[in-house]
């Protein structure tokens, strides 16, 4: 019988860890690849984003504004192939329902690029607000790439699209022309991608989202929702999604 000595028996198992630990590492390292390689295909830089020369306004005295906020401000956008651009200067012309932004050698250019959905974030009012938008929703006339403002997600949303028009104006025996910023709002409940088009009111509300009428009338007087308010009908969406 052959008996190994005790100093092979250690050498034995340092050499067993060692290969543990290099299969181990390995793993890691094959891990670490993939992850990098995934992240690269979806985050881009915006140099690599399809644009063309932005729209610009006539520069005639403007009552309001045709963007969702004057300046640019940091959004995320990311496109219908599930390509993410991060950090990127943005605004969001409602006029023409585009996105504009800003690119790293300054310039302001038009996205032409399939976008299925962008966030922004933007002071107002000494308030920081977190917006989103999506396309893709159809029905009561909306095109599929019309963006809605996502107001509450789940199994059912409330959506909100803005919309707005320019106006020119001349008083009379006045050479000045003024152009005007008109907006409109209109409100919207999607199970799935459908849409319907819902009034700022219970009964149009409840109608929306059948099945638990006696629940959601009961959570609007406890809660004394006020549903004028988008706030509360936002409170009220919330409510249904967890039932």
């Known amino acids: 019988?052959?008996?190994?000595?005790?100093?092979?028996?250690?050498?034995?198992?340092i050499l067993t860890c060692m290969k543990n630990a290099l299969k181990a590492l390995s793993l890691a390292l094959f891990a670490c690849a993939l992850f990098s390689l995934d992240a690269a295909a979806q985050?881009?830089?915006?140099?690599?984003?399809?644009a063309r020369p932005v729209h610009e306004y006539n520069a005639i005295t403007m009552i309001g504004s045709p963007y969702l906020h004057p300046d640019?401000?940091?959004?995320?956008?990311?496109?219908?192939?599930?390509?993410i651009y991060e950090g990127v200067n943005i605004m969001y012309d409602q006029v023409r329902d585009v996105i504009v932004f800003k690119g790293k050698d300054?310039?302001?250019?038009?996205?032409?690029?399939?976008?299925?959905?962008?966030?922004?974030?933007?002071i107002h009012n000494n308030g920081k607000l977190h917006k989103t938008f999506r396309k893709g929703y159809t029905g009561e006339g909306v095109s599929a790439d019309a963006f809605l403002e996502v107001l509450a997600d789940g199994k059912t949303t409330l959506l909100k699209k803005t919309s707005k028009k320019i106006f020119d104006r001349k008083g009379y025996s006045s050479a000045t022309i003024d152009r005007e910023v008109q907006e409109s709002e209109e409100y919207y409940i999607a199970t799935g991608n459908k849409?319907?088009?819902?009034?700022?009111?219970?009964?149009?509300?409840?109608?929306?989202?059948?099945?638990?009428?006696?629940?959601?009338?009961?959570?609007?007087?406890?809660?004394?929702l006020n549903l004028r308010n988008d706030s509360d009908i936002i409170k009220l969406v919330e409510h249904y999604n967890s039932l």
Do not use: C, R, W
């Open 106 to 122: 300054g310039q302001v250019k038009e996205l032409i690029e399939p976008v299925k959905e962008f966030s922004i974030n933007y």
């Open 72 to 83: 640019f401000a940091e959004g995320t956008i990311t496109l219908s192939n599930g390509t």
């Open 1 to 13: 019988m052959h008996i190994k000595h005790p100093k092979q028996h250690v050498f034995h198992d």
């Open 43 to 50: 985050y881009t830089s915006t140099t690599d984003m399809e």
């Open 195 to 224: 849409l319907t088009k819902v009034k700022k009111s219970k009964g149009s509300l409840l109608a929306a989202m059948p099945g638990k009428a006696d629940d959601l009338q009961s959570y609007i007087k406890t809660n004394a």
